[in-house]
C-alpha cells in the first residue's frame, strides 16, 4: 500500500481505538485510588481535550506495576478547561499531595498543561520532568478549522502555544514521544531540546496502547528522580 493509504488506514485505526476507549471511559468504575501506592517516583495523570484519566488506563496500569504511584486530577474531569485553568488544577493536586520529584505523564493538550506547569507553577520545584505523548508543542493546522473552542486552542498561532515555546530551557527536562505519523498533528511533536522518541506507526490516540510507547516511558520513568525510600529506581542492587 502506498503511504497515504496507510495514513488513511492510520487514521481510521485511531477514531476506532478512541471510541472503544471512551465507551470503556463510562462503564468502567476504577478508583484512582488504587494507583497511588509504590515507592518509585510519583506520576501525575494529565489527559487529552475531551478525556478523563481513564482514557490514559492502559498505561497507567504499566507505569503503576512498575512501582510508581498514580495520581489523576480529578478536577481536570473531561479536560475542557483552557490550559492555565487545567494548569492550576494540577498545580493545586500536587501541593494537596505535598508530592516531590513528580513526573508529568501527558497525552496531546496534556502535554501543553504539563509543561504550563512546570514552566509557571512549580515554584517549589516538585516537578522532575514530564514524559509528553503525543503533544501539540507547535499547534495543530487543523485547529483553525474546528467548530469547538477548545480546539481551536491548538492553533499554532495561540497565545499559550507560543508563550510555551519562548520558553525552551525547560524543554531539557520533556520526553517527548509521538507517531511516525499523527492524523491530528501534522507538524509532528518533537521539541527542540527535548528527548524525542518517534515511534515507527501512525495515531495519536491508540498510540497510547502500543507496548512500544509503554516500554519508552518506563524507561524515560527510570532517569527522572528516586524512590521515596532514597534509592535510585534506574540502578540495579549491587551496582557500583
Known amino acids: 500500500m502506498t503511504a497515504g493509504i496507510l495514513d488513511l488506514v492510520s487514521w481510521a485505526q485511531d ?46 496500569t504499566r507505569v503503576h506495576d512498575a512501582g510508581h504511584p498514580v495520581y489523576v486530577v480529578d478536577r481536570l474531569s473531561w479536560n475542557l478547561a483552557s490550559v ?22 501527558a497525552h496531546s493538550k496534556g502535554g501543553l498543561i504539563g509543561k504550563y506547569v512546570m514552566v509557571g507553577l512549580d515554584a517549589d520545584s516538585r516537578i522532575a520532568g514530564m514524559i509528553a505523548v503525543a503533544a501539540p508543542f507547535s499547534g495543530s493546522a487543523y485547529a483553525r478549522y474546528m467548530l469547538s473552542p477548545s ?21 531539557r527536562r520533556i520526553t517527548s514521544i509521538f507517531a511516525r505519523f499523527d492524523p491530528h498533528i501534522p507538524e509532528g511533536s518533537a521539541l527542540a531540546g ?47
Open 15 to 60: 477514531y476506532a481505538y478512541a471510541a472503544e476507549r471512551q465507551l470503556r471511559a463510562f462503564t468502567s468504575r476504577p478508583s484512582p485510588r488504587g494507583f497511588q501506592t509504590g515507592t518509585a517516583c510519583p506520576v501525575v495523570i494529565i489527559p487529552g481535550v475531551y478525556e478523563t484519566w481513564k482514557f490514559l488506563q492502559p498505561l497507567i
Open 194 to 240: 527535548a528527548t524525542n522518541i518517534e515511534i515507527d506507526t501512525g495515531g495519536h490516540f491508540r498510540l497510547l496502547a502500543d507496548a512500544r510507547v509503554a516500554d519508552a516511558v518506563l524507561s524515560a520513568l527510570a532517569g527522572f528522580g528516586w524512590s521515596r525510600d532514597g534509592t535510585n529506581p534506574s540502578v540495579s542492587p549491587g551496582s557500583p
Open 151 to 171: 480546539l481551536r486552542a491548538f492553533a499554532a498561532g495561540n497565545e499559550h502555544i507560543t508563550g510555551l515555546n519562548t520558553n525552551t530551557e525547560t524543554n
Open 84 to 105: 492555565p485553568d487545567a494548569a492550576r488544577h494540577v498545580a493545586d493536586l500536587i501541593a494537596a499531595e505535598r508530592l516531590e520529584d513528580v513526573v508529568v505523564l
